[in-house]
């Protein structure tokens, strides 16, 4: 019997089915590169620090290549499908860990029900366009669950596949466009500016800040995979380094060059102007009118692929949390075909088609209520937990007399950096949802009530079910389950 076959056994994921290539294409997929030039960037130029966005998001990339250094080290100690909740776990308590997980789990359905929002919206829009039909948007949100469902139930290499695709597609339309801006600015148009410190420290800085973190949300959740990763030591710290690294290269190139499509003195005057058509206008400037559609279609396969990438991990995260006996012991069963968390991926579309038909019902609107609130609503959420697990990771390793700059130095720089944010974030919340409703502004205080619910949990465990409780972010992969007691 092949590991992969005792591990689905043993009721583990299917192991050694991804590659580095196949990882970084899913959190690739996920942080939506496309979404974010066409919906976040322009917000940035706008209301942000201008043409410094190029200079702040080049800042942003190297602190999150600090939170990889740290990051990647727990992957040796901390082998579980549940990542942030593990990482906490094992380096502060149990109690923290559990809160952890709730508030990881509450930020990533809200991120993938923003995005199925968005994408509805941009779907029904882009048929009305280009065949003239109106449809309601919430019937490509029903359709898109569907398909997200029936991908997320087979083999996560099918789900892979169609990321891949979709990735290279809206990637491949970009670069292409900033080949073009390249092109017709020449060497002697190039402006560097963008990077100097007058122009990254320019007034407004605090909101750019906040978008270039939210753009590059999403690479944590490499190690989310790592049961079913090939050579999960070697495999997951590539695969970490090289969705930041893309990631972050792809971002500074793209922002620099629509900064010179419209010149550093202009660039966020135009972006003010009319911030949900900026990126199309310049589209349509180098591209013509296919460059436009093209772009207009590629946002919806963006968020559909972002939206399949959320519903993994979130399915994983449930899987993790029912091995560990946090949540029902269903939801952590595999299907004997497919490996997939099949319980898990049921509970998860239900939630899903609750929340899409309760904003339909209410009649609000999926881009400026649903998209734009619980958009904010995850976003503020990743961050807490990046915050706290990069604050972590040097408790970890000095529990065990271990000092260096990546187990120290590195992570504990990207958790104060991070932090900042966070806290910028939360004082400007209104300008990431784009509303004075206080029912809205108010929503991150759920992440409050959250944690304090897994902290009641934990306590109660560690009380009433010892068994349980020493189960809590130690069961290993690789079928290396952890005893049922300490």
Known sequence: MSSTDQDHAQGG?????????????????????????????????????????????????????LFAIGYVRMVPHV???????????????????????????????????????AMAFFASDFVS????????????????????????????????????????????LILILDAMILYDRGWSGLDFSSFAPSRVFAPGLGIAVIYAINGCIGFEATAIY?????????????????????LGTFYVL?????????????VQQVAAADPGRFVTSVAFRYLGTF???????????????????????????????????????????????????????????AVLLGIILLFAVAGLDPLLNLSASLASMGAVGLEILLTVTSLAIPVFFARRGEYSLGKTLAPLLSGIIIGIATVLSLANYKAL????????????????VTALGGIV?????????????????????????????A
């Not at 991990?313 to 075909?337: C, K, M, Q, T, W």
């Not at 949802?433 to 409050?448: A, C, E, K, M």
């Open 129 to 172: 366009s280009a065949l003239g039909v109106d449809t309601p948007w919430v019937l490509w949100a029903v359709v898109g669950i569907a398909v997200i469902s029936w991908l997320g139930y087979r083999k996560i290499t099918m789900a892979a596949k169609v990321l891949a695709v979709a990735l290279l597609l809206e990637v491949g």
């Open 254 to 266: 793209s922002v620099w060059c629509l900064v010179l499509a419209e010149t550093p003195a202009r």
């Open 457 to 485: 949990h934990g306590v109660y465990l560690r009380r009433k079910a010892p068994e349980n409780y020493a189960r809590v972010g130690t069961t290993q992969v690789e079928g290396d389950v952890a005893p049922a007691a």
């Open 13 to 65: 994921l299917l192991s050694g089915m991804l590659g580095t290539g196949d990882i970084i294409f899913m959190i690739l997929a996920c942080a939506a590169p496309m979404g974010v030039l066409a919906g976040l960037i322009p917000l940035a130029l706008a209301f942000g620090n201008g043409a410094g966005m190029p200079g702040t998001q080049l800042m942003i990339s190297a602190v999150m290549v």
């Open 291 to 349: 460059g436009r559609k093209a772009l207009n279609l590629l946002t919806v396969t963006s968020l559909f692929a972002a939206a399949l990438g959320f519903f993994n991990n979130i399915a994983r995260y449930f899987f993790a949390l029912s091995r560990d006996g946090l949540i029902p012991e269903r939801l952590g069963r595999v299907h004997p075909v497919h490996g997939s968390p099949y319980n898990a991926c049921r509970l998860l579309t």
């Open 433 to 448: 949802t784009g509303t004075t409703l206080v029912i809205v502004n108010t929503l991150p205080l759920l992440f409050l």
């Open 226 to 246: 790592q049961e079913e990763a090939r050579d999960r030591k070697r495999t997951i710290p590539r695969a970490t380094y090289g969705a930041v690294l893309v």
């Open 79 to 117: 082998r579980n499908a549940g990542a942030f909740y593990a990482y906490i776990a094992a380096s502060l308590n149990k109690e923290a860990g559990i809160a952890a997980a709730y508030t990881a789990v509450v930020a990533y359905i809200c991120a993938g029900a923003s995005v199925l929002g």
